[in-house]
């Protein structure tokens, strides 16, 4: 395997060459006195990791980080001093500093630890990853930047929150990354907006906040944050937040995705893509009880081809299957999208029709006959024709269950098929009606 590579810039010699002692069996070790001299060498050479003294020959370590982001250089930096006391985290962290470690407690134990943050590093990819950032602050905004530009994801930055809040939903985010106090708008708001949105469901909230107040966090959690983050925090805390929770909700798309999947193929029925039986009867009892609690007005209307059986022999049955994938269309287009239409069996249709109004049903059958009238389907030479005929049924209180509505839809459209067939029969508040 080859070896890692890593380049210390120090201006200490002594300093530079006792880690290198350390380090030299493990890695490939490449050196440094000076800012210049690292900048130059990393235009035009890529390594896995830099350990960096405070001070070099020609400016100190946050000089160094701050050159490596102008030039779109981003490995990890390790900073190494004698004293840690003396450096701000708040600063280090700010110019990007992966970590600082104490130069006397440097010791064999180091080596796993740059392995491993090698190896964070070399893996992260979420270039199919979209993240947001809003923060007031053009500093802390800054310091995101650089860590995102580190994931190859997709990204863009708020400095005003109401200017995030315009881009949804459709800018579906997967993470949205959230300082709590800002002037315009703050944390909580935001939050609340975001989670009003079904289509955001799955989309992360990161919040940042300065100290660990937990009630704040606990009001954050209760209305749909994720995660949190505690100001200030180091390059490597927010990797390690942003890929966990890209995990997550990667994971959560993929479930709503077999879920839909599932759901579809539990209630649909594959030929014609209406729904199937079992989800229609469903339907019916959830219109049933709105009836009874809220005298929200249905109709059953149940419709079948005439003489099919003709058009399975004559063509063939894939060619009754297109008669039947046809008339699934007309039934969506000529009903209404709040009407539920499904596939009852064969070659037999069952509507639920709900809200309206019992004197518009006749209008909506006629339409439909009609609709079924004009179909042609071109076959060869031919073109094949077809008709229907239905039963319908508006509810009310003589039903007691599903199956005396639908016996009752039944007995109509068997009066439809005696009578001629491609007619209705309707039975609307108990008188009967006869539509050609
Ligand atoms: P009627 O006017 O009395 O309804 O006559 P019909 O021939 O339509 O009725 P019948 O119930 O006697 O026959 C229904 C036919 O529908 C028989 C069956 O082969 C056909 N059928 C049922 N399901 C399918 C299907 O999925 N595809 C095709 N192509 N045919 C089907
Ligand atoms: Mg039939």
Same mark, same amino acid.
Request: a negative charge; hydrophobic letters at 40%; glycine letters at 4%.
């Given at each position: ?108 134990? *180091? $080596?796993?630890?740059?392995?491993? !943050? #090698?190896?964070? &590093? =070399?893996?992260?990819? %979420?270039?199919?990853?979209? +993240? ?89 959690? *209760? $209305?749909?944050?994720?995660?949190? !983050? #505690?100001?200030? &925090? =180091?390059?490597?805390? %927010?990797?390690?937040?942003? +890929? ?15 879920n839909k999947e599932l759901f579809e193929k ?36 149940i419709l079948d081809i005439d003489h099919f ?31 539920? !239409? ?7 249709? %069952? ?49 007691k269950t599903d199956n005396e509505i639908i ?30």
């Amino acid at each position: 395997m080859m070896m890692k590579k890593i380049l210390i810039a120090d201006a200490s010699k002594v300093s530079r060459i006792l880690l290198e002692n350390i380090l030299s069996d493990h890695f490939e070790i490449i050196q440094f006195s000076s800012i210049a001299e690292t900048i130059n060498y990393l235009k035009n050479n890529s390594v896995d990791l830099l350990i960096c003294g405070f001070e070099l020959t020609d400016g100190n370590a946050f000089k160094l980080a701050e050159l490596l982001k102008v030039n779109d250089i981003f490995i990890p930096i390790l900073l190494i001093t004698s004293d840690p006391k003396t450096i701000s985290k708040y600063d280090a962290y700010t110019f990007g500093i992966f970590d600082i470690l104490e130069r006397d407690k440097i010791d064999e134990s *180091i $080596i796993e630890d740059i392995n491993e !943050i #090698i190896e964070l &590093y =070399s893996n992260i990819d %979420l270039s199919n990853s979209f +993240i947001v950032a809003i923060d007031d602050s053009k500093t802390q905004l800054y310091f995101i930047e650089n860590v995102l530009k580190q994931t190859k994801s997709k990204y863009i930055l708020f400095e005003n929150p109401r200017e995030f809040i315009e881009t949804l939903p459709h800018s579906k985010p997967d993470i949205c990354i959230l300082d709590v106090y800002m002037d315009e708008l703050d944390g909580i708001e935001v939050t609340k907006i975001i989670r009003k949105y079904k289509e955001l469901k799955n989309t992360r909230i990161i919040i940042q906040t300065s100290a660990r107040e937990n009630s704040l966090l606990r009001t954050l959690m *209760i $209305i749909g944050a994720d995660d949190y !983050i #505690i100001k200030p &925090y =180091s390059t490597e805390e %927010l990797l390690l937040k942003i +890929i966990n929770n890209i995990k997550v909700k990667k994971i959560n798309d993929e479930l709503d995705k077999i879920n839909k999947e599932l759901f579809e193929k539990a209630t649909t029925d594959p030929l014609t893509g209406l729904y199937n039986r079992r989800f229609i009867i469903e339907q019916l009892n959830i219109l049933i009880s709105n009836y009874k609690r809220y005298l929200v007005p249905f109709a059953v209307m149940i419709l079948d081809i005439d003489h099919f059986k003709r058009i399975n022999d004559t063509y063939g049955h894939d060619i009754g299957d297109e008669i039947l994938i046809n008339l699934s269309k007309i039934l969506k287009e000529t009903l209404r999208k709040t009407d539920i !239409i499904g596939r009852f069996g064969g070659e037999e249709f %069952l509507c639920l029709i709900p809200n309206t109004p019992s004197e518009n049903l006749p209008i909506i059958i006629s339409k439909l006959l009609n609709n079924i009238r004009k179909f042609k389907y071109k076959y060869e030479e031919d073109e094949i024709t077809f008709t229907i005929s239905i039963g319908c049924c508006n509810f009310t209180k003589k039903y007691k269950t599903d199956n005396e509505i639908i016996k009752c839809a039944d007995d109509m459209l068997y009066k439809a098929k005696n009578n001629g067939r491609n007619q209705a029969f309707l039975l609307l508040d108990g008188s009967e009606l006869n539509i050609k």
